[in-house]
Nanobody
């Protein structure tokens, strides 16, 4: 059984920063791509960022480019999302997911495993 556990969410003022972590356990996900999605109240879950298993290819949604950075530590089975210059519109529950090789990483149905989510709230 694979488990993904997100942490690092919280309340921050606009312009501030947060660093989310997603720790994997249960089996090795070293060859899985990892992604971050978010879901705001009343909205569908949307893609934020993804990173291939090697870290060689990274994708970002246009809305977060230049502000968010995704990275991973395969030795620790952990993926990170550094979020800077946060805006109120970044407020959402953030989910991490793991996708097997060859998937389209910007769509949520391509992911095999999901965490429970962590709340990020940005006040104006």
């Amino acid at each position: 059984q694979v488990q993904l556990v997100e942490s690092g969410g919280g309340l921050v003022q606009a312009g501030g920063s947060l660093r989310l972590s997603c720790a994997a356990s249960g089996r090795t996900l070293r060859t899985y791509a990892m992604g971050w999605f978010r879901q705001a109240p009343g909205k569908e879950r949307e893609f934020v960022a993804a990173i291939t298993w090697s870290g060689g290819t990274i994708y970002y949604a246009d809305s977060v480019k230049g502000r968010f950075t995704i990275s991973r530590d395969n030795a620790k089975y952990t993926v990170f999302l550094q979020m800077n210059s946060l805006k109120p519109e970044d407020t959402a529950v953030y989910y991490c997911g793991a996708a097997a090789y060859g998937r389209t990483l910007s769509v949520d149905y391509e992911y095999d495993y999901w965490g429970q989510g962590t709340q990020v709230t940005v006040s104006s």
